[in-house]
């Protein structure tokens, strides 16, 4: 990837200012409970750089990427997650792929997001609809991806998102997304949360049983759905991520403020960043496998030099045709 730069000079003070970006995976409620909060505002500046967004594409793709960086910590081993949402409002959708080595990148459907009149709030739903959301994932060794699919209507990336994970996977999952905007429209905050609620079965967990592992009576089972319902709670409450980061909140703060009463460790941090794994020599070779016919049709007619763009990241490539040789 060719990373574009930032020149707003008030926008890179501010960056500046903040702590780097970072994402904090962490378990509670004795092993019954995992989550993820990551601090994303780099992540999405870096983003909204590679592709040059407004403001609304801005807030869809970015929120998008954010949740895409908090599939990271649902990966096991070697694994590539690509995540498209087909809709039908006039976002169209986007693609977003995450790779279990620390890198997203995607893109949206379409360039410019059609706006009838100005913006009243940030709620994206008159811009988004009803459609399908499908993952595919590629393990290493895997000759083509696994591919699931549901249909969706909440007209919410991250609610769409949960409901997947509940029907298809049939893990409870939660997750929640924020970017904050200032009055010029510079991305000043941004970050995301996930939280899973494991199965009622499996093993210990550092040699105590799994809250819910072994529901034999109903007092069991109503102290489970008691735990659920007190973990959702305290997820609703969370503050805006958007704002919280703008403010050089700490992620320490939430995870072991907001979830206090359930006890949590963070397990590890994990560096996460928008980047593509594109370069020239890639393309070039692409270029040299099309038919004879086609290559020298291009060497007669041009262009000289092609450009080629990556959908992905934004990166624009200039290749002679004297490299093609």
């Known amino acids: 990837m060719i990373q574009a730069q ?19 995976v962490f378990v509670m409620a004795e092993g019954r409970v995992r989550g993820a909060l990551f601090h994303g505002t780099h992540f999405v500046n ?32 070697r694994e590539h997650v690509t995540w498209r949402y087909e809709i039908d409002g006039p976002a169209q959708g986007f693609s977003i792929e995450a790779d279990s080595s620390g890198y997203v990148r995607g893109y949206l459907f379409t360039d410019v997001i059609p706006v009838e009149k100005p913006l009243e709030s940030w709620d994206l739903s008159p811009f988004l609809g ?8 590629m393990h290493e060794g895997d000759r083509e991806p696994y591919t699931s699919s549901v249909a969706v209507d909440h007209k919410n990336i991250a609610l769409d998102l949960a409901y997947y994970f509940n029907q298809s996977e049939q893990i409870q999952t939660a997750f929640n997304t924020g970017i904050q905007m200032d009055k010029e429209g510079r991305v000043i905050g941004a970050g ?15 040699g105590v049983q799994k809250l819910g592992s072994q529901l034999n009576t109903s007092a069991d089972k109503k102290a489970d759905a008691d735990l659920i319902d007190r973990v959702e709670l305290a997820f609703k409450t969370a503050p805006s991520l958007g704002q919280w980061f703008s403010e050089k909140g700490t992620i320490e703060d939430i995870v072991y403020g907001l979830f ?32 004879k016919a086609e290559l020298d049709d291009m060497k007669v007619k041009g262009p000289d030099p092609l450009e080629v763009s990556c959908r992905n990241c934004g990166s624009v490539y200039h290749i002679s045709l004297a490299e093609l040789s």
């Open 260 to 291: 206090r009463e359930f006890k949590p460790s963070i397990a590890l941090h994990r560096d996460v960043r928008y980047d593509c794994p594109c370069n020239k020599e890639t393309y070039i070779n692409y270029i040299r496998r099309l038919p």
């Open 46 to 77: 870096q983003m909204r750089a590679q592709h040059k967004t407004g403001i609304l594409e801005t807030m869809v793709l970015g929120q998008a990427s954010l949740c895409g960086a908090l599939l990271l910590p649902t990966m096991k081993g």
């Open 192 to 206: 995301g949360m996930f939280l899973q609620v494991l199965p009622e079965t499996g093993g210990q967990f550092k």
């Open 130 to 137: 009803a459609g399908t959301l499908s993952m595919a994932t």
């Open 6 to 24: 930032i020149e707003d000079s008030d926008l890179i003070a501010h960056l500046d200012s903040l702590p780097k970006d970072d994402m904090a």
